[in-house]
Every structure is written in structure tokens, then in C-alpha cells.
């Protein structure tokens, strides 16, 4: 019988076949911690482990994103707590401004086809874009990774959401992704993985958006089968392809064709509508930018949408890029020129305002257009401020006119 | 006797503490403090040791921030009863050694600030005179619980669970 992805993944890391349901104990080929958890995680190892050093300093990996640079004392000190252990196990640290965790391993090629990547991150379903096998785990958990190397998990079942066709102008992979939280639920892949099957034609970023939104559906890992691009930039393990016989607990069809804007309204990221649905209401603030949809190509997306043109002056528009090297394409063909031109501001490369601790917390009663992952309360700020999820491109068509706005309609 | 304090679905890591109250954000404050502070006031302010969380679907959803667990362990809640708990935060919950108890059935019986008596040996949860029967708990979960949580778990047994 036909093994799914995760299944071939955790055999090949195992050396047998392994089957959906078994426990089993693996060694990650790579463990990621970013500056927000990473300082708890050395105290567990320190003062509950009581080690000083990590089991394989290989297989670790530091960034910086949740608030870097540093907003306080506090996490300016922490900041150098980790730089300290860091430099003193021999562990590499992506440094304040290199960008989101889930970008900075995809762009270094640390997160390869094949791999078991674990992150102290609940994105870290992310990895699933390149063909790896990404899940998020807690700050006790990858203390236990760091110490000895390995961890347990349960193998998990596999949903496949088989798409076909192609988008519609004006539709794009954030309008799949949130279609497919409508449909499965906020916990509907809970403890099990989603494979996203028919999308060889999908470059590598919307690849990202899909699999980064894999968690908030509940499920342990997203992906989608290494093809295209991600054959062109990486090199994937001849034993990573799609059985035919593989054993799915379900298949979700979505038909692309049928596709319209969605929007996620609050407080939960399956209170999915069509976006004419809220066509037309005010809000107070966008932000463009997370592991979903900061990178270069949703950049590009909004400023074609506002080239030439100017913002509401009902509304701020913040732009924070996944990492320094979607800037640094960013400012290479003007998109970034035209976003500042119409009127948005761009921030430090980062997951910015997403968790509301900085470069845009909303204050009491505030709307906010995200192009993030989560839109639970209060997340970006006061418990009665309110996000709603959506694509670059409705991001920007709302931008112009300070109302929901669908982008097919311009 | 606990109180116990009834949530419905889906509460997500943001609720129980939201990303501005983080150990990271604020390192000289106890997050224990910070449970529920905005989603559910009333239980931050009056929750006791021993109170009981009970909850519908999907409970812990969202964040992979173990600090979640960590405010609920540092309030000392006795046990979190739920239809279903989301996987990163069962995990966590496991490794601190917070007891976290699957049982669809008893969810709908049980009201908002009921008094009760828990006995995790029997798994049984009086409350008034009534007695709801509660599963066991996995094997592999109470393994680690009992140990005191996964580090504990591995300092004594020099191994991982499952291994």
C-alpha cells in the first residue's frame, strides 16, 4: 500500500516503514527558536536539564522576529542572553532585521525537501512549502530536543485538499488558504497533516501562504508535494513523490474557477465569507506583512493595485516584509517606491504588528485589515479592537478607498 | 470543594494569555497573573487553586506558547476538562504536568461556577450529588504527568517517552 508524504518522511528519518497512529522517536534535521521563546528555552535546558550545552549544535537555529530590534530593557535583554548562548554553543542566530523564522530557513536552505523541521513556533507548518515535514511544538518540548537530540510524535493521518483550475484575476493562494479554513474548520485537521494536491503550477510564496495557515485549521504539519519551482530550487530526495494509493481520512475539492475574495471576520480564523459580504466597511488600519503574506510577490501585488495612486486619508497602511531579502527585491523594481509613494509605511523586516507587541498595536475599538494568519481577540492589541484576514490584493484595493473593497471590482 | 469555570469553543492561546503579557514582553512578572486578564477578568481576579477549567471543543488553539500552560499551572488549576484540546497545547500541558482530561460526554452536564470535588484516581467528578464518570487519561500522557512532566520524565527514566 501507498505511503503518504509525512508517512515516506518519517520512514526515510527512521530507516523503516513506518505507518499513521504509531509513536515514534525521531531526531529533527532541524530545530528552530525565535527571540520570543528562545531565552525560556535556555533556562529549561539550564536550570531544569541543568546543561549548559546542546546535544547537536548543527541542528539548532536562532532568529530574531518577534520584536526585533528590541522595544524594551527587557527584551534588549533577553535578546543578548540568546546572543551569548548562541555564540558560546556554536549555534546559528539570524540577527535583528533578517526577517520572519519561516522566511529566513526557506531563503538559507535550511528547510529542505524531506526534512523534519521543528520549530518552538506554531507557523512552523510553514515548511511544508518546500516539501518538508514543519510543525510547532512548545518551549519544554524543544528544551528536551535540545538536550537530547530527539523527540517523540505521532504519526499523523493525512487530509488531501485536491485543487483544480486556476485563480481568477483578482483571486489569489490567501483566498485558497482561508476557503479551505471555511471548509475544514478552525479544528477540522486537528493532530493530523494536510496535503495540498494539483498545484504543481504554484510558486514557491503561495506555497508558503497554504502551508503557514495549515495550523490554523489545528493541523501538525502542511504540505504541499515538491514540484515546479521548488524542483528547480532545491533538491528533492527521489523517494518524495505522491503515491497514488497513499490512505487520505478525507479529500477536500475546491475548484478554483468558483473562487471569489474571501475575508475572515472576527474573532476566529474559519469565520470565512465572501468579502462582498463586508464590501464597503470602514476600517482604521492595514498591515501587510507576516510568515502568510510579506514577501515580495504580495508587495508587488499591492503596489499594482496602488501604483500611481494614493491611499484613503481615513487609513494608515503598514508594510512589513518577511525579510530582508524580499526588502532588499522590493526596492530593486520600485514596488517599494510605489507603496511609500501611495502612502503606506514600511517597517523593519519581522512578524511586526501580528501579535500586537509593536509597529502597530491597535488601540480600543480599532479595525484592522491583516494580511496575517490570526484574527483571534484582541491579538493586536485592546481586546476591543477587531482583525479581519485578507489577501494582498484586498489589502490594497481597500487601502485606496478606506472601505472594504473588492480588488475584481477595480 | 473547586469552582468550576466554564468556557465554550475554541479558546485560543490569546485568550488564556494574550502575546502582549509574555514572559518575554514582561520578565520581571509573575504570567500566572495574566490568565484569561482580558478574555475572562473574573477569573483572573477570583480563580483559586484547584478550580477547574471546562471547556467545549478545540480548547488551547492557536500559539504554540508554552507560557499558556504555564499561567494555568502557576494558578494551580486542578484539571482542564474539555470535548477536545488543540495538539500544540496538549502537549505542552502534558510536559508541565497539567492534567487535561477529553471527555465529551460530561462538557454539556457541567455549568459555570458549579462546585465540585475532582478524584483523579477514581476519574470520577462530584458535583452536588450527582457523579460524572471521566475516561482515563491515555497511558502515554499519564506516564509523563505522573513523572511530573517531560523533563522530570527523562532525568529519571534516561530516556524519551515512546522510546
Known amino acids: ?410 | 470543594m473547586s469552582i468550576i469555570w466554564k468556557f465554550g469553543n475554541d479558546v485560543d492561546t490569546d485568550q488564556i494569555v494574550p502575546g502582549r503579557y509574555a514572559p518575554y514582553m514582561r520578565p520581571n512578572e509573575d504570567v500566572g497573573k495574566a490568565a484569561f486578564i482580558e478574555a475572562h477578568p473574573e477569573f483572573n481576579k477570583l480563580a483559586e487553586p484547584g478550580d477547574i477549567i471546562v471547556a467545549g471543543e478545540n480548547f488551547g488553539c492557536g500559539s504554540s506558547r508554552e507560557y499558556a500552560v504555564l499561567a494555568l499551572k502557576r494558578r494551580q488549576i486542578g484539571a482542564i476538562i474539555a470535548k477536545s484540546f488543540a495538539r500544540i497545547f496538549y502537549r505542552n500541558a502534558i510536559n508541565l504536568g497539567l492534567i487535561l482530561i477529553e471527555a465529551p460526554q460530561v462538557v454539556d452536564e457541567l455549568s459555570d461556577h458549579d462546585l465540585c470535588t475532582l478524584d483523579l484516581d477514581e476519574n470520577r467528578l462530584e458535583v452536588g450529588n450527582h457523579i460524572h464518570r471521566l475516561p482515563e487519561i491515555s497511558p502515554f500522557a499519564r506516564e509523563i504527568v505522573s513523572a511530573g512532566g517531560l523533563v522530570a520524565y527523562i532525568q529519571t527514566n534516561s530516556r524519551l517517552p515512546g522510546e
Open chain 1, 1 to 410: 500500500m501507498g505511503q503518504t508524504l509525512t508517512e515516506k518522511i518519517f520512514s526515510n528519518s527512521l530507516g523503516r516503514v513506518v505507518q499513521a497512529g504509531e509513536i515514534v522517536v525521531v531526531q529533527p534535521d532541524v530545530v528552530m527558536s525565535h527571540d520570543s521563546l528562545t531565552p525560556g528555552i535556555i533556562d529549561v535546558l539550564q536550570q531544569d536539564f541543568g546543561r549548559n550545552t546542546v546535544k547537536f549544535p548543527n541542528q539548532l537555529v536562532f532568529s530574531f522576529d518577534h520584536v526585533a530590534p528590541a522595544s524594551t530593557v527587557g527584551t534588549a535583554e533577553n535578546q543578548n542572553k540568546v546572543r551569548a548562548f548562541a555564540q558560546r554553543n556554536n549555534i546559528r542566530l539570524f540577527e535583528v532585521g533578517r526577517g520572519i523564522c519561516h522566511q529566513v530557513l526557506v531563503e538559507e536552505g535550511i528547510a529542505q525537501p524531506g526534512f523534519i523541521v521543528l520549530g518552538a513556533d506554531s507557523h512552523s507548518t510553514s515548511y511544508g512549502a518546500v516539501g518538508a515535514f514543519g510543525s510547532g511544538m512548545g518551549s519544554t518540548d524543544v528544551a528536551a530536543i535540545w538536550a537530547t537530540g530527539k523527540t517523540w510524535l505521532r504519526v499523523p493521518e493525512t487530509v488531501r485538499v485536491l485543487i483544480t483550475s486556476r485563480f481568477q484575476p483578482g483571486v489569489g493562494p490567501k483566498d485558497l488558504a482561508l476557503k479551505i479554513g471555511r471548509e475544514l474548520t478552525i479544528s477540522g485537521a486537528t493532530y493530523q497533516t494536510i496535503e495540498y494536491h494539483g498545484l504543481d503550477w504554484m510558486p514557491l510564496h503561495g506555497r508558503q501562504t497554504l502551508c503557514s495557515m495549515a495550523v490554523e485549521l489545528g493541523a501538525k504539519a502542511g504540505i504541499v508535494p515538491p514540484s515546479g519551482e521548488i524542483r528547480r530550487r532545491f533538491t528533492v530526495p527521489e523517494w518524495l513523490f505522491v503515491d497514488e494509493d497513499a490512505e487520505y481520512v478525507r479529500t477536500l475539492e475546491i475548484n478554483l474557477d468558483d473562487l471569489q475574495p474571501q475575508i475572515a471576520i472576527p474573532h476566529a480564523v474559519d469565520h470565512v465569507v465572501d468579502l462582498s459580504t463586508v464590501a464597503g466597511m470602514k476600517f482604521h488600519q492595514i498591515f501587510l506583512g507576516t510568515c502568510t503574506n510579506g514577501r515580495y510577490e504580495d508587495m508587488r501585488e499591492a503596489a499594482s493595485i496602488l501604483e500611481g495612486k494614493q491611499i484613503s486619508d481615513q487609513v494608515r497602511m503598514i508594510v512589513t516584509p518577511a525579510s530582508s531579502q524580499e526588502l532588499l527585491k522590493a526596492t530593486q523594481d520600485g514596488t517599494l517606491a510605489t507603496l511609500i509613494t501611495a502612502g503606506a509605511t514600511i517597517t523593519t523586516p519581522g512578524c511586526g504588528a501580528c501579535m500586537g507587541r509593536h509597529q502597530g498595536t491597535l488601540a480600543k475599538n480599532d479595525v484592522c485589515l491583516s494580511t496575517g494568519n490570526r484574527n483571534f481577540k484582541g491579538r493586536m492589541g485592546d481586546p476591543t479592537s477587531s482583525i479581519y484576514l485578507v489577501s494582498p490584493a484586498v489589502a490594497a484595493a481597500s487601502a485606496l478607498y478606506g472601505v472594504v473593497t473588492d480588488p475584481t471590482s477595480l
